[in-house]
């Protein structure tokens, strides 16, 4: 199969995709691993554990999302730019460096997952802290290597052109950067360790991977259906304000739970709604003029600008899962007055997998395809089969997932929380009540399904090109 890039960088950035989509398998057999552990836990018991399945099945999430979304900006940078990227070299160096080095944490992960409870465990093997639990030197590697990254963005938007896309982008790494060594230190006091500890988890997430999926989509829009430039900027430029405010006044919905003043409550609960609008708002505005201007195009006789069916339609997926994700399922249970009842429930668990599938998941599987399309030199790429039912499946297997975990949510709420009063006895019952074991088995089962989806995903990314020779 040829290859028509005709950048480096873009080169680059699929052989970032490719981990992104191996890693991205990885996570959701982990996931299935531990949700089969949660209804069965002689499942692998003392083999691989349900704690171990359950942080590679997180941190593999974290870790696909960041290749991928590395990847984007390599393939993206010298068509925004004109250039190639300066450094190309040591950037494809640092790509094998850090591949090599989370291959290594990972066979830790698997084959040693404990150690000893003193500084060497924290240096080999498990740092202990959730979500980020790569050792010290992994940590050090992945700051080396995103050093490197910050480098050739700036180094290449300084020397080439620099967009409106292209500066939101090189401001948002520079945050995204700064936010990751809010987790590389440890204090004394647990309160004040988990206050820095969800700079890293939270305001990651609610601030600079939120601006960073607006750049994606404002690009992404512009190559897609010829969008004007200057209205998703401008959305993007609001996207920034709102998010770089509410996401870091969103964090307050946690900031409780640790110690801090209860006006937390209100401030984290109102911001934290805020933050997917500004990119649902730019998707609903760039899609409407090109509504308008496809119709005037059909009347006059001339073809749609749409050119890559399986990536716009990953990407409305995204204006949607974001909003439903983020923002009605992150809303309804921060709340105080709610979430003094929701807090530590699979409530929890349903925002986390509908918000990182909505937000995220989506518009990088999106890229993945425009990917696939400049790899193949594609002109216009058309859906397939396999294309429908990977999003279909996909798709249809979160929201089912999500909704499981709801319904089990609701249960604990009811029997350990509100019945109970949260005690450790209240714990262990909810967690026999048959609304919470239904919730759990259909859970599992939409795993699977999601996984099915996965499959179809991959043979399409496989075979799409060949699907479409005639598009050429």
Do not use: C
Not at 97 to 115: R, W
Not at 184 to 198: G, R
């Amino acid at each position: 199969m040829a290859n028509n890039l005709q950048y480096e960088s873009q080169k680059l950035g699929t052989m970032y995709f490719t981990v992104a989509a191996i890693l991205f398998g990885a996570q959701l057999v982990m996931g299935l691993v531990a949700a089969t552990q949660f209804m069965y836990p002689s499942f692998l018991f003392e083999v691989f554990d349900f704690s171990v399945a359950r942080m590679v099945h997180i941190n593999a999430l974290v870790v696909w999302m960041l290749y991928a979304m590395v990847g984007s900006v390599y393939y993206l940078l010298p068509d925004e730019s004109g250039i190639e990227t300066v450094g190309i070299g040591l950037a494809k160096l640092g790509f094998y460096i850090l591949t090599a080095a989370v291959t290594v944490v990972v066979l830790v992960y698997i084959l040693v997952q404990v150690g000893p409870a003193d500084e060497s465990t924290i240096w080999l093997i498990n740092e202990g802290r959730e979500y980020i639990e790569a050792p010290r030197w992994a940590d050090i590697g992945i700051v080396v290597v995103i050093l490197v990254f910050l480098w050739n963005v700036f180094a290449t938007a300084i020397k080439g052109e620099r967009t409106g896309i292209l500066t939101v982008i090189m401001a948002d790494l520079m945050a995204l950067a700064g936010l990751y060594l809010a987790g590389m230190f440890f204090t004394d006091n647990i309160s004040i360790d988990q206050f820095w500890w969800w700079w890293v988890i939270h305001l990651w997430v609610e601030a600079t991977w939120e601006v960073f999926v607006g750049s994606l989509a404002a690009w992404g829009l512009i190559k897609m259906i010829g969008a004007r430039r200057e209205v998703v900027e401008m959305w993007l430029w609001i996207e920034v304000a709102m998010l770089f405010g509410s996401g870091i006044l969103g964090l307050g919905h946690h900031y409780f739970w640790i110690g801090t003043p209860e006006y937390w409550w209100e401030i984290g609960a109102l911001f934290s709604a805020l933050e997917p609008v500004p990119l649902v708002a730019m998707f609903v505005h760039v899609v409407y003029d090109w509504g308008k201007e496809t119709g005037l195009k059909k009347g006059a006789g001339e073809k749609a600008t749409q050119n890559n069916a399986p990536a716009f339609a990953w990407f409305v997926t995204n204006a949607f899962g974001n909003f439903l994700g983020a923002g009605i399922w992150g809303f309804f249970h921060t709340l105080p007055q709610v979430n003094i009842y929701t807090h530590g429930t699979q409530f929890t668990s349903a925002h986390g997998h509908l918000a990182f599938f909505g937000a995220y998941a989506t518009i990088l599987i999106g890229m993945f395809y425009i990917g696939v399309q400049g790899t193949n030199g594609i002109k216009e790429m058309r859906s397939t089969f396999a294309s429908k039912m990977g999003l279909f499946l996909i798709t249809f297997g979160v929201l089912g997932m999500t909704i499981a975990l709801t319904v089990a949510g609701y249960g604990q709420v009811l029997v350990e929380r509100a019945q109970m009063g949260a005690t450790w006895e209240a714990y262990f019952i909810s967690q026999e009540a048959l609304w919470f074991v239904q919730g759990m088995g259909w859970r599992l089962t939409m795993g699977v399904v999601t996984l099915v989806g996965f499959f179809y995903l991959v043979i399409d990314l496989l075979t799409i090109g060949k699907s479409n020779i005639h598009t050429r």
